[in-house]
């Protein structure tokens, strides 16, 4: 699976957009972007993935650039309990099962 | 519904004993993965089983790691003659469909070694 570089951390005003940044410059034209989040004491929470389109959910957005080498999870309105490490991960689906490996991921901070 | 739950939520122990940690999966949920989270560290991969299928112990990072699923559901991680590395967050995450975004994780359990 491609490695993905991000931002150790970042702070974002509550209600403003957080715009996380992600590079994956060896991804393959079958690997996915993944973005998860984890919120101090929890397990990981899925929040989007997408192929090469962009892609929005009620949670968040993922826009992908057009070569695929980097790609920006936004979150349009933080909040408070936006407040996590959010991990961008990209691996190829296999039929079966995927393991998830995470690496460092970005610390966000939102602020009032 | 209820999600996926771990017990213990903390568990301090001293090098050499033996721990067991338990995982109930979310009820239908036929995929169940351990994973391992060491302090400012990303998630690391353990141990995954699939129905009655052998598990893929590939990740288990040695002999004195192991786990077993009964009946399908509940599963317990059972760390031998415990090592001050072993200290971590142990994850579980059970899922229905095979898919990477359908694995819904546990608390946790943070297990630290003196």
């Known amino acids: 699976d491609a490695k993905t570089t991000q931002p150790p951390s970042m702070d974002c005003a509550e209600g403003r957009a957080a715009n996380l940044p992600c590079n994956h410059s060896t991804i393959s034209g079958n690997e996915y972007v993944y973005w998860y989040r984890q919120i101090h004491s929890q397990g990981p929470q899925y929040i989007i993935h997408g192929l090469k389109n962009n892609e929005t959910n009620e949670m968040a957005s993922l826009i992908i650039t057009e070569d695929r080498k980097s790609s920006t999870l936004i979150l349009p309105h933080a909040t408070l309990r936006d407040t996590a490490v959010y991990y961008c991960i990209v691996l190829a689906l296999s039929g079966g099962y995927n393991k998830l490996i995470f690496g460092a991921g970005t610390r966000l901070a939102v602020h009032p | ?114």
């Not at chain 2, 739950?5 to 903390?10: D, L």
Request: some cysteine; glycine content about 12%.
């Open chain 2, 1 to 114: 519904g209820a999600g996926v739950s771990q017990s213990p939520s903390n568990k301090v122990t001293e090098k050499g004993k033996d721990v067991e940690l338990r995982c109930d999966p979310i009820s239908g949920h036929t995929a169940l993965y351990w994973y391992r989270q060491s302090l400012g560290q990303g998630l690391e991969f353990l141990i995954y089983f699939q129905g009655n299928s052998a598990p893929d112990k590939s990740g288990l990072p040695s002999d004195r790691f192991s786990a077993e699923r009964t009946g399908g559901s509940v599963s317990t991680l059972t760390i031998q003659r415990t090592q001050q590395e072993d200290s971590a967050v142990y994850l579980c995450a059970s899922s229905f469909l095979p898919g990477p975004d359908t694995q819904y994780f546990g608390p946790g359990t943070r297990l630290t070694v003196l």
